[in-house]
């Protein structure tokens, strides 16, 4: 995909206040781990997650994910009137229907002219949905577009939590393929995309290249229920860290062909935060410098699709990208399914 007349006006972002160390989900489950023989620091060890945070309970997505658009809008400095689509693009949802776009619509006071509605891939649905505002805009359907994202992994850690505590026959095993979703915090992004035409700011997205691997759906899939009312996410780690680093890298070849950049040429990268094992194989997979990476998930954890948007938001904000520079953002969701996207700014 190709783009011409798009620019990334403008990112926002909303953080919870509550912060969890990783030491103080594993003394949850002291028991367990007596039993198993394991000492705590071992999450952190295995993800490089410090801390994470999440929404007091009974927060809904539509109101952090309101919460950022709300950002995102103020700092574009676009009137709400101007802009022709909606797309909430986070894995956590109000409910099954109508689409929880249809809440932060109302919440944002949008247009009747403003369409709404869901788009749901895993960790890259922001992503996605990026492309879809993007399509729209280089078609000159409408000159700007909103995506929004709210996670909230308090739901998914607390009912983790409670099978370890509760299932006398958990080992080893099944405690290792748990820290998975243990992995998870919460926030909410946003991003403005307009038309060259009425942009304010420098930033273009030049395009992206897309690749799927679904031969590997099954190695992570979430919202099962085993019992209780919280949502369980059943993971294979291993399997995914090296299906999804070999994804990435015939996506990275397509990329460099389409786009020729490399990595000598690249000014950042900017990367969806899934642990630290994953970062590092990635970029020695690539041949990528770490120092054009910027860091999240030590401390706010795997954000879902938010990771990946508020990463790039947080690094544009202490100034480690700015303006001339060269930056690849790059997600991948369960599925599987890798996107990369070029980034003039």
Partial sequence: MRYESVHLEAFGHALPEEVVTSEALERRTDALYERL??????????????????????TRPSAVAAAAGRDAIERSGVDPAQLGCL?????CRDFMEPATASVVHANLGLPAS????????????????????????????????????????????????????????IGRKEMKAAYASLTIGSGAAALVLTAASISRVPRKLLGGTIR????????????????????????????????????????????????????????????????????????????????????????????????????????????FIHEGHKVVMQGIGSGLHCLMLAVQC
Avoid at 37 to 58: A, D, K, N, Q
Wanted: one cysteine or more; glycine letters at 12%; a negative charge.
């Fill in 87 to 91: 797309i909430h693009a986070s894995v």
């Fill in 212 to 319: 799927a691997a679904t031969e590997h759906v099954e190695l992570c899939s979430g919202g099962t229920q085993k019992s209780g009312s919280g949502p369980l996410m059943d993971t294979d780690s291993e399997a995914l860290l090296l299906a999804g680093n070999a994804l990435a890298r015939t996506t990275w070849e397509g990329f460099v062909d389409e786009f020729g950049w490399d990595a000598a040429t690249i000014d950042r990268i900017v990367t969806h935060q899934v642990g630290s094992a994953h970062k590092r194989l990635l970029f020695e997979t690539l041949g990528l410098d770490h120092a054009k990476d910027f860091t999240t998930v030590e401390e706010y954890g795997n954000i879902g699709s938010v990771s990946l948007p508020l990463t790039f938001a947080l690094a544009e904000q202490v100034g």
């Fill in 37 to 58: 023989g394991l000492s705590v620091g071992r999450l952190e060890l295995m993800s490089g997650i410090r801390t994470r945070r999440f929404w007091p309970p009974g």
């Fill in 114 to 169: 403003c369409q709404a509605f869901d788009l749901s891939n895993a960790c890259l649905g922001f992503a996605n949905a990026m492309t879809v505002v993007a399509d729209k805009i280089e078609r000159g359907e409408i000159q700007a577009g909103l995506v929004v994202a709210g996670e909230d992994g308090r739901g998914l850690v607390d009912e983790t939590v409670r099978m370890l505590n509760d299932d006398p026959n």
